[in-house]
Structure formats: C-alpha cells, structure tokens
C-alpha cells in the first residue's frame, strides 16, 4: 500500500542525551595532559596545535566526551546533544529558528567521529550542537593526530565558529 510517510513528522522530541562539550584553552597540551593523566580520559583523534578530542568509559563507547579547542582564551565553545537521526537534527534547529535563534552552522558531517551535526547559536553566544550517527569505539580504537580538521560534507568553517582567530586554515579533505 502507498503511504505517504513524509506528510507529518513527530516534533518537539527532546535530545537522548548530553554527548560533548568543547571548551577554549590556550594550554592545549597541558589541558590534555591533565584530562589523561589525572582525570584518566584518552585521546581519540586530534588536529595537531587545533583541537583534541577525548573519551572516557569502558566497553563500547562514544568517540569523544570531551574536547579542547587550541584559542588565545578559555572558555566555552559548544554543547552537544545527541538526537535520533538527521530529520531530528532538522526540527531540532528548526525549533531554534522559531524560537529566534537563527545564527546556525551546517547541517553537515564530522570526519573525526563521522557524526551529522548541525550548530545553533545560543543565548550566551557559545553553540548548541545536535548530532547523530557518531562514530562508537572500543579499547582496540588507535588515536590518530591530523594535519587538518577534516569533515565530510558541509559549510565552510567560519572562523566565528572557531572563536575568531582559531583557524582560517581548517580545510575540508
């Protein structure tokens, strides 16, 4: 029987989770050592002097928890949730969009943990990012270090996004 499946979407779901934060340094690598050395996270992947992205837990986990965004500052850079798949990423942003928070980067895909994502400013000027589909790894996941901060698909990096003058340089592979 024909349907017309696409005619209505479920709105107003909730993200499943809180998945990641990001945050500015201008310690990178002492930042990363403390966050492996003491508080025991590992590396995942990182973009050599950029950014590093960190995980922490047993079994079967998410790629990163946790990430550091090499800046002239501290501070935040972005929250991530988890949603269900990408028409959630859309009524997610969506939702943002009619509540008046339009500035948004995306939709696209991550190369470091394959997730889609999608980025809308928030009140405070930092980012929100609605993501799905990230990468899962185990014990047995080899950290890599990048020379650039590689996505698959998606818009040019802004380097607004970044925090201003992070990276002009970030290229898509």
């Known amino acids: ?3 017309a499946a696409w005619q209505h979407l479920e709105g107003g779901r909730p993200p499943l989770k809180l998945g990641h934060v990001l945050i500015f340094t201008p310690e990178l690598a002492e930042a990363e050592r403390f966050l492996c050395d003491v508080l025991g996270l590992r590396v995942t992947d990182r ?3 950029k950014v ?3 995980a922490a837990g047993e079994g ?3 790629h ?3 990430g550091l965004i090499q800046s002239t500052h501290r501070g935040f850079q972005h929250a991530s ?3 269900g798949g990408f028409d959630d990423i859309g009524l997610g942003a969506w939702r943002m969009r009619q509540a008046g928070y339009r500035d948004s980067f995306g939709p696209g895909r991550h190369a470091l943990a394959s997730n889609l994502f999608q980025y809308v400013r928030d009140p405070w000027g ?3 990012e609605y993501y799905a589909d990230m990468d899962k790894i185990s014990d047995r996941w080899i950290s890599r270090d990048w020379s650039v901060l590689p996505y698959i698909w998606g818009p040019e990096w802004s380097p607004e996004f970044w925090g201003g003058e992070m990276n002009a340089n970030c290229e898509p592979r």
């Open 47 to 49: 973009a050599v002097g």
């Open 1 to 3: 029987m024909d349907v």
């Open 81 to 83: 949730f988890q949603v």
């Open 52 to 54: 590093s992205f960190l």
């Open 60 to 62: 079967v986990i998410d």
């Open 126 to 128: 930092s980012w929100v």
């Open 64 to 66: 990163h928890c946790f």
